[in-house]
C-alpha cells in the first residue's frame, strides 16, 4: 500500500493562489491544513479566505506574525509575541486545536526552529506544534516540484505530512495533476498529522523536544 499524506499549505492566505487551491481539494474531496501568516489576516480579503478554509473543514493554524526570522534565533519576548498576536489574530479560527508550526527557513528541522520561550508559552496555551517529513520546496522551484514530492511519497516507509505553500508563484498549477496522480494510486489523505510529526500535543510533549529548540539569546 502506498505511504498515506497529510497535506498541509504554508504562508497564505493569498488570493492570487489560496482560492485555486481550496477549489481544487473541494473537488477531489482531499482534506488539508492550512498554516497561515498572522500579519497577512489584517486584510480583510485574506482572512476571508482563511474563514473559507476554515468553513470547508480544513483546520487553520498559527505560522507566526511575520515568517521571518526563525523563532529560535530571537529573543525570548519577540518569539512569544509572534505567536500570541497570530492568535488573537485567528481568534475562532484557531479552535479548538490551536495548532502552530514555526517557520523552518526553508524547510530544514533543527533547534533553529524554537526557543525555550516559545516553548513555554506554547505549553502553557495548550498549543500542539505541526511539523513535517516532506518538502518538495514548491515556493523555490514551482514547475519543478511534483518531482520532487512524487520521489519523497515513492521513498516514504510512513505517513507523509507534506508542506506546499499557497503562494502566487504558479506553483499550484500543478496541484490537481498531482493530487490525482495520488489518488489514482490509492493514496489516503490523513485529515490529521502523523504523529510522528506532532512532538507537543495540547500542551504536552510526546516526545524530548531538545533537537528543536534553542536557548533563549542573553538579554
Not at 505511504?3 to 477549489?23: K, R
Not at 498531482?178 to 510529526?197: H, I, K, S
Request: glycine share 10%; charged share 20%.
Amino acid at each position: 500500500m502506498p505511504s498515506p499524506i497529510c497535506l498541509s499549505f504554508d504562508n497564505g492566505p493569498e488570493p492570487e493562489a489560496t482560492p485555486f487551491v481550496l477549489d481544487v481539494l473541494a473537488r477531489r474531496r482531499i482534506p488539508a491544513i492550512f498554516f497561515v501568516v498572522g500579519e497577512k489576516l489584517r486584510d480583510p480579503a485574506r482572512r476571508a479566505l482563511a474563514e473559507r478554509a476554515r468553513a470547508e473543514g480544513h483546520p487553520v493554524g498559527n505560522h507566526t506574525l511575520t515568517h521571518g526570522v526563525p523563532l529560535g534565533r530571537r529573543g525570548g519576548a519577540e518569539a512569544v509575541a509572534e505567536i500570541a498576536k497570530t492568535d488573537a489574530l485567528l481568534g475562532r479560527l484557531r479552535e479548538p486545536e490551536r495548532l502552530f508550526r514555526p517557520n523552518g527557513g526553508g524547510g530544514e528541522l533543527g533547534p533553529h526552529l524554537l526557543n525555550a520561550s516559545a516553548v513555554r508559552h506554547l505549553r502553557a496555551g495548550g498549543h500542539t506544534v505541526v511539523l513535517w517529513n516532506a518538502v518538495p520546496r514548491d515556493f523555490a522551484a514551482p514547475d519543478d516540484w511534483p518531482a520532487t514530492a512524487f520521489a519523497q511519497h515513492a521513498a516514504a516507509t510512513g505517513p507523509l505530512l507534506m508542506v506546499l505553500h499557497d503562494l502566487p508563484n504558479g506553483a499550484m498549477r500543478h496541484l490537481d495533476r498531482v493530487l490525482g496522480r495520488w489518488q489514482d494510486l490509492g493514496v489516503e489523505f490523513l485529515a490529521t498529522p502523523p504523529a510522528a510529526c506532532v512532538p507537543l500535543r495540547a500542551g504536552v510533549p510526546t516526545e524530548a523536544l531538545d533537537r528543536y529548540v534553542s536557548a533563549d539569546p542573553a538579554p
